[in-house]
């Protein structure tokens, strides 16, 4: 088998760095979106919708681990209004 090396010019190279820098730009703007949501005082149902909160869900228990950690049992209440 014959192998042969590419060789990265510097304008790939500087393409690749500059759609990194995009992605992590759009991934940062995101994740200051989700933060924002998070702080305000918007509705359990946009909450849901955008992936940070379960509705319906409720505290079954609570119990202290090893090492003082505290272990919270969820529990699906259907039958809760929003």
């Given at each position: 088998m014959i192998f042969r090396s590419t060789m990265t010019t510097e304008a790939q190279l500087t393409a690749f760095i500059a759609r990194?820098?995009?992605?992590?730009?759009?991934?940062?703007?995101?994740e200051v979106e989700r933060s924002s949501l998070l702080l305000s005082?918007?509705?359990?149902k946009l909450l849901e919708q955008k992936g940070l909160s379960l509705g319906?869900?409720?505290v079954s228990?609570?119990?202290?681990?090893?090492?003082?950690?505290?272990?919270?049992?969820?529990?699906?209440?259907?039958n809760i209004i929003h």
């Open positions: 990194q820098r995009t992605l992590l730009a759009k991934e940062r703007d995101a005082n918007c509705g359990t319906g869900l409720g228990s609570i119990n202290i681990g090893l090492g003082g950690k505290t272990y919270v049992h969820g529990k699906i209440f259907p």
